[in-house]
């Protein structure tokens, strides 16, 4: 089984500072991990993704995050941040075989100030 | 469409009646899910088709929820005699394969709200 937890139901910046959004996950299995963003108004899309192969993944909009297997973490980061940026990430974790369904966190909102 | 079509974008009805909403995922995508966001919950799964196989159905919260997906393309999920705790936005994904690369291409969704 997995779960997702992602810590800080929303998060604060100033523009052009760093953005840090944390998400510890669980998995029973070798684990693919995910992060969607969700604008105003519009549906998920999907910002990065780990499955194999390099730890540090990079994402649309300068985004990135790094799997630490021993932390159990996938944190997204960007460095500096846009007002562009705000709204709704949503950290998931699924197994790496066959089917199996995408188990999301509760979502980190992220808002942005000038 | 380009993208995963919702509709209604907006369902608001009174305990006890019955609701449905309905996916029309994008052309050639043969994995549809429907996922339920409430409110401080994030996402939960509830279920998921892949081309003509039977549906995994486990996410359902009880069984007045049921979906089906005709002709392999649209999708109706419907809920019979709303409950107030079933008010949420309900979101439909598709996907090209049914392996959970995690590439689905989510709608804007339908919000219920039951009275």
């Known amino acids: 089984a997995q779960s997702v937890t992602q810590l800080g139901s929303h998060v604060s910046v100033s523009e052009g500072a760093l953005v840090l959004l944390r998400c510890n996950y669980s998995s029973s299995v070798p684990p693919y991990l995910f992060w969607y963003v969700q604008y105003p108004n519009q549906g998920l899309q999907l910002l990065l993704k780990?499955?194999?192969?390099?730890?540090l993944v990079k994402g649309i909009n300068g985004f990135e995050a790094e799997f630490k297997k021993s932390e159990t973490s996938f944190h997204l980061t960007k460095p500096s941040a846009h007002m562009s940026d705000a709204a709704e990430y949503f950290c998931a974790v699924s197994g790496n075989t066959g089917f199996q369904k995408l188990v999301f966190g509760t979502g980190t909102r992220l808002l942005v100030s000038p | 469409g380009a993208g995963v079509s919702q509709s209604p974008s907006n369902k608001v009805t009174e305990k006890g009646k019955d609701v449905e909403l309905r996916c029309d995922p994008i052309s050639g995508h043969t994995a549809l899910y429907w996922y339920r966001q409430s409110l401080g919950q994030g996402l939960e799964f509830l279920i998921y088709?892949?081309?003509?196989?039977?549906?995994?159905k486990s996410g359902l919260p009880s069984d007045r929820f049921s979906a089906e997906r005709t002709g392999g393309s649209v999708s109706t999920l419907t809920i019979q005699r709303t409950q107030q705790e079933d008010s949420a936005v309900y979101l439909c994904?598709?996907?090209?394969?049914?392996?959970?690369?995690?590439?689905?291409?989510f709608g804007e969704g339908s919000r219920l709200t039951v009275l």
């Open positions: 994904a598709s996907s090209l394969r049914g392996q959970s690369t995690g590439e689905l291409f």
């Open positions: 780990y499955t194999t192969g390099a730890t």
């Open positions: 088709f892949q081309g003509n196989s039977a549906p995994d």
